[in-house]
T-cell receptor
């Protein structure tokens, strides 16, 4: 799986959009970009994933650059409950085969300020 | 996620003791995982299982063993606990969904077990 680089921490005001960047310059053509988050000492929670198109779900939007070397997770209206560590993970998709675990780096600690 | 449960939630034990952490899931997933997390660090994979007959070592399996008793149950054992195994332990299951001839995977994590080895 390709390596990712994220800022260590970020602040965002409550009610504003939180934009979390991730660099993955060595991503290969069959690797997806996944985002998970971990609220203090809880189990990580899946947020969103994408291959090359921008994606949106009820939690967030994912913007992937055309060259796929970086992406941005957007939380459109951040709340205090969004304070968490956010992990960007690049991972190959499998065609009917097995899968090993996710590779978590240190992530970005997002702090939502009231 | 309430569909993945872990017991106990907290455990204090002494060096040299054997302990077992248990994980159960009601999601019907074949794949299950054990991770550990140390303060300020990401998760590291200990063991994973594709089904009841398939067990695989992860990045840091030394000092640990696992048992997949059924599709829904995956237990992690510390044969002889040592202080540097003090950590937060997470169980996870995963779901593969078809997409464009391939599959993408989503993992679902339990609430964690906080283990302290004295």
């Amino acid at each position: 799986d390709a390596k990712t680089t994220q800022p260590t921490s970020m602040d965002c005001a409550e009610g504003r959009a939180a934009n979390l960047p991730c660099n993955h310059s060595t991503i290969s053509g069959n690797e997806y970009v996944y985002w998970y988050r971990q609220i203090h000492s809880q189990g990580p929670q899946y947020i969103i994933h994408g291959l090359k198109n921008n994606e949106t779900n009820e939690m967030a939007s994912l913007i992937i650059t055309e060259d796929r070397k970086s992406s941005t997770l957007i939380l459109p209206h951040a709340t205090l409950r969004d304070t968490a560590v956010y992990y960007c993970i690049v991972r190959v998709a499998y065609s009917g085969g097995g899968a090993d675990g996710l590779t978590f780096g240190k992530g970005t600690h997002l702090i939502i300020q009231p | 996620d309430a569909d993945v449960t872990q017991t106990p939630r907290n455990r204090i034990t002494k060096t040299g003791k054997r302990i077992m952490l248990e994980c159960s899931q009601t999601k019907g997933h074949d794949r299950m995982y054990w991770y550990r997390q140390d303060p300020g660090l990401g998760l590291r994979l200990i063991y994973y299982s594709f089904d009841v007959k398939d067990i695989n070592k992860g990045e840091i399996s030394d000092g640990y063993s696992v048992s997949r008793q059924a599709q829904a149950k995956f237990s992690l054992s510390l044969e002889s606990a040592i202080p540097n195994q003090t950590a937060l332990y997470f169980c996870a299951t995963s779901d593969f969904s078809p997409l464009s001839g391939s599959f993408y995977e989503t993992q679902y994590f339990g609430p964690g077990t906080r283990l302290l080895v004295l």
